[in-house]
């Protein structure tokens, strides 16, 4: 459904067709708080990114867009997570200092929700691989270790593309230098839940998937019929609404746990959340 269908949606069921009880404006705000809401509840939005890492550095900023971090691999291997107590406790007082030949763990709560720190700290560039300014002026990271030759100089080489690959961005690679040894680049990859952007244009969809769509609109009217609790009009008409959202959430959070599509609804949700 389109942000214009889900509003229709929601007139339709609150017989409100032409605004009178409640403005487009509010109908809009309940729907893009549904939608936020039901991500923050499900979290079956999820995301790919990709950090580079540098030398001498731990601390990261996070995406802009992250609600939760899932999973982080770091050459082929997963990293395990951990918590800044943890780590005093089991790595002594400087283990943010310390310096290691490959990556192993993620803590979350050392600076704060929008950062990451990584340990070891990797002091050397050949522990994180290398990546060059090619002669276009993209950058272009090492897929195999090999020796610079004119033959494999990024992209003017016949042969380049067996060694390097374009890593879409432009500013932070080093110059290629002829004769230099340059070993596989490493990423720290990131899978982790986004916060959607709210929608505006009535062609907007959610990205939430559309058999759910129908819950924003619940949700909405559940906050307008909510806004008539407090001034004493049609008491708990809402909770009905409330209701066939938090279903729809726990559909879609138990199809991402699980990666089936969960039918039975006693394996969705608690039963006393639903009445």
């Given at each position: 459904m389109t942000f214009a269908?889900?509003?229709s949606r929601v007139k339709q069921i609150i017989r409100d067709y032409t605004n009178r009880r409640w403005g487009e404006d509010i109908v809009k705000t309940y729907i893009n708080q549904g939608y936020r809401e039901f991500q923050e509840l499900s979290k079956c939005l999820r995301k790919h990114y990709n950090q580079t890492i540098t030398v001498d550095t731990t601390?990261?900023?996070?995406?802009?867009?992250?609600?939760q971090l899932f999973r982080c691999e770091w050459n082929g291997v997963e990293l395990g997570f951990a918590k800044t107590a943890q780590m005093d406790k089991f790595k002594g007082s400087e283990w943010r200092e310390n310096t290691g030949t490959t990556l192993t763990i993620v803590v979350m709560d050392a600076e704060g929700f929008e950062q990451l720190r990584v340990y070891p700290k990797l002091d050397d560039q050949d522990y994180i691989g290398h990546m060059v300014e090619g002669?276009?002026?993209?950058?272009y990271y090492c897929t195999a270790e090999h020796t610079a030759s004119s033959s494999n100089k990024p992209i003017t080489g016949a042969d380049y593309s067996?060694?390097?690959?374009?890593?879409?961005?432009t500013g932070s690679g080093e110059t290629w230098v002829s004769g230099s040894s340059y070993k596989k680049w490493h990423y720290l990859v990131m899978d982790y839940a986004y916060v959607p952007t709210d929608m505006s244009s009535d062609s907007d969809t959610p990205d939430i998937p559309s058999r759910f769509h129908e819950a924003l609109a619940e949700y909405a009217i559940y906050m307008l019929q909510d806004e008539e609790v407090h001034s004493r009009k049609n008491?708990?008409?809402?909770?009905r609404h409330y209701n066939k959202f938090l279903?729809?959430?726990?559909r879609a959070r138990a199809q991402i746990n699980r990666g089936v599509y969960a039918n039975r609804r006693d394996h969705i949700y608690p039963p006393q959340w639903v009445r």
């Open positions: 269908q889900l509003q601390l990261y900023d996070v995406p802009d867009d992250m609600l002669t276009d002026g993209n950058d067996s060694y390097w690959a374009d890593a879409g961005s008491p708990l008409m809402g909770n279903k729809d959430v726990f």
